[in-house]
């Protein structure tokens, strides 16, 4: 092997522009993950059938279908279909909130059929109305039990983020790519992306593993 790598050849300052077009993405697909996937976990739990089939039909769409696919379908497809023009930004940010808004969903439905049962005779014992009994029993309780897994999606969908590059979008994977060719240094660059997402996703598993640990040192 003649290779003779050059790691300073490659230029920090654009991977730090796209890790921090990453960094929006992935907070602004959490904040629509985290707070529309509950309201549709409650949807998905419904006894009436024309409220839970079309919420498991969108569940089971973006779980049973590849990210990539998703986002260019947004990219390509809203325009023509609905006559709506959104930056690629925007589209990105829509495909992968709600990827996560599915994946999230299951895991508040699974931590809501956790809630003992007596909590909630609890509650219509002292006379709360539906309302009540999910914003002050329901939804705690399944926030606290559904962190790690939340958390846990949403390193993913840092991850997926790379995947709106092939849209134009800005982001570490597209200065990445970017760089590698007019550095004509691929090794170095994704190297050195790599490294970056590493740093960034490491941190939240060891989170995400204490929290389980913590987790079940208290119910055991």
Known sequence: MNYT???????LAPLIEGLLVTVQLTVAANIIGIVLGFPLALLLMSRVAPIRLPAML???????????????????CVP???????????????????????????????????????????????????????L????????RASVPVLLTNGIVIFQQSALVAIVAVQDLMYQAKTLSTETYRPIETFTIAALIYFAVSF??????????????????
């Open 58 to 76: 969108f569940v089971e769409f973006f779980r049973c279908t590849p990210a990539i696919v998703q986002i260019v379908w947004f990219f390509y």
């Open 5 to 11: 790598f050059d790691f300073q050849s490659v230029l």
């Open 203 to 220: 941190p939240v598993t060891q989170i995400v593993g204490h929290l389980e640990r913590r987790r079940q040192a208290i119910t055991s």
């Open 136 to 143: 002050y029993i329901v939804l705690p309780d399944a926030l």
């Open 80 to 134: 023509m279909l609905f006559n709506v023009f959104l930056g690629s930004m925007t589209m990105g940010v829509m495909a992968l909130g709600l990827n996560l808004m599915a994946f999230n969903a299951e895991a508040y439905r699974a931590a809501i059929q956790a809630v003992p049962r007596e909590q909630l005779d609890a509650c219509i014992a002292l006379g709360l109305n539906p309302l009540q009994r999910i």
